[in-house]
């Protein structure tokens, strides 16, 4: 009799081990992350950047973040708010919570701060005259005109001439997804993984902060729709091929 009463309780012990390893058993914890609670950087990254960036920061549509000018251009506070707000006018979306996006704000500084750690060269990178990040609105258009034809025209084509190797930047449906600081931030930053240059590298000597400005203020001028005044210039004319012109390899995602 007790043998039997001793077997059974063997029985229910190996029952009830084999019941705690059976296959689809959940883990203890919640079977998914809750959306708020993921605070690593690089999957914040992966998950809400890289589409855009790139996801080494670079060879994406938009600006390539692991550039050593962009990373001297913009400080912790910029970046933070560019990422939390979005860049009204472009395609750059707001991400916090605060501003209708889906992070925390604790999410937010996490990818700040992984960007910093991940590219910022700290004091490995010394720019002579970097021309400051934010657009003013005091950028001479008319001034923009021939900025443009001496640094931009001979990859992206004289404005309502033939379209140049890199694309047109003046083609309409290009630039209703521009804002003056997209282009700003492309200009001063280039695209050195597609090949473009920053200021520093344009025609004869970099660009002035002044030119900077006066040139996306000319092509600003250049947007459907865009309202006169004294910075601006009169809406170039464009040819029926440039109507129809290739998208250049630049986006209007860039910040």
């Known amino acids: ?116 750690a991940k590219w910022n060269k700290g004091d490995a990178l010394k720019v002579a005259n970097l021309p400051p990040y934010a657009d003013d609105g005091k950028g001479d258009a008319k001034a923009g005109e021939q900025v443009y034809a001496n640094n931009c025209a001979n990859c992206h084509g004289p404005a309502g001439g033939k379209i140049g190797e890199a694309g047109s930047v003046l083609n309409p449906d290009f630039m209703t997804l521009m804002a003056p600081q997209t282009f700003r931030t492309t200009v001063i930053v280039g695209r050195p993984d597609l090949g473009m240059p920053d200021w520093r590298d344009q025609m004869d000597s970099p660009m002035t902060a002044q030119q900077v400005s006066d040139v996306v203020a000319f092509l600003m001028a250049q947007k459907p729709n865009a309202p006169a005044g004294r910075t601006q210039a009169p809406q170039a004319t464009q040819g029926a091929a440039h109507q129809r012109a290739l998208q250049p390899r630049i986006s209007g995602g860039a910040r």
Do not use: W
């Open 1 to 116: 009799m007790r043998a039997g009463v001793f077997a059974f309780a063997v029985s229910c012990a190996l029952l009830a081990s084999g019941c705690n390893s059976l296959p689809g058993k959940p883990a203890p914890g919640p079977e998914v992350p809750r959306p708020e609670s993921i605070l690593s950087p690089q999957v914040l990254f992966a998950q809400n950047c890289s589409g855009c960036h790139g996801t080494e920061g670079q060879h994406g549509p938009a600006t390539p973040l692991a550039s050593p000018v962009y990373q001297a251009l913009v400080d912790d506070a910029t970046l933070r708010r560019v990422i939390s707000r979005g860049l009204p006018g472009s395609m750059m979306p707001a991400f916090a919570q605060s501003a209708g996006g889906e992070l925390t704000d604790a999410q937010v500084d996490s990818i700040v701060r992984g960007i910093r």
